[in-house]
C-alpha cells in the first residue's frame, strides 16, 4: 500500500479547513471523527517512521464529561495499534481545548518498531484551537508503554497534528 506524500497530505488537510470554516457551527457535545498523522519514537533511535490515526469520539457523560473513544493507528513500518481511551475536554483559553487521555489497547510490532508485549497502555495530552463551525486543529504529544507489564518496556513516545471533525 503505498503512503501519501507530505504534500498531498497537507492538500487534504488544507481543503478540510478550507471546508470548515463554511459549515454550520457543531454543538459542544455532538460526537467526533479525529485524524491524526505525525511521527512514532521521536524519543528513540528509530527513523521515526510515520503514523496515521483514526479515531472515534462518542459524546461526553457523565458529571465529569468523559469522552470515550475507539481508535486505530498504524506506522508506515508495519506496526499497529487499535484501543480505547477515555478523555476530558477542558477549554482553556478562547477557542482552545486542552483535551488529556488515557486508554489500552491492543499493539502489533514491526520488525523496525517494538513495545515489548501486545497489551500497550497509552496517555496523552493535545492542545486544538477550535473553530467556529466546532472543527478542530491541534497538537498532540502521546507515550506508549506496557506498564512494566512485560520484561521488555521501551515505551515510545509520538507527536502528531489532529483534525477533529464533528459529525452532525
Do not use: C
Request: avoid cysteine; proline fraction near 6%.
Amino acid at each position: 500500500m503505498s503512503v501519501p506524500s507530505l504534500a498531498a497530505r497537507s492538500a487534504l488537510l488544507s481543503i478540510a479547513l478550507i471546508n470548515a470554516m463554511s459549515l454550520s457551527a457543531a454543538p459542544a457535545d455532538t460526537p467526533r471523527l479525529n485524524v491524526t498523522f505525525g511521527q512514532v519514537g521521536i524519543d528513540r533511535h528509530v527513523d521515526n517512521p510515520q503514523r496515521y490515526g483514526i479515531e472515534y469520539r462518542l459524546q461526553p457523560f457523565g458529571n465529569y464529561r468523559l469522552i470515550p473513544s475507539l481508535g486505530l493507528v498504524w506506522v508506515d513500518s508495519g506496526a499497529n495499534f487499535l484501543y480505547g481511551e477515555l478523555k476530558r475536554d477542558f477549554p482553556f483559553a478562547d477557542n482552545v481545548v486542552l483535551t488529556p487521555s488515557f486508554g489500552v489497547g491492543i499493539f502489533q510490532d514491526s520488525t523496525e518498531f517494538r513495545l515489548g508485549q501486545t497489551l500497550e497502555f497509552r496517555s496523552g495530552l493535545e492542545v486544538a484551537y477550535q473553530f467556529t463551525t466546532g472543527y478542530r486543529l491541534g497538537l498532540a504529544l502521546f507515550h506508549m508503554s506496557n506498564g512494566g507489564l512485560a520484561r521488555e518496556n521501551p515505551g515510545a513516545e509520538a507527536l502528531v497534528i489532529s483534525l477533529s471533525l464533528p459529525i452532525h
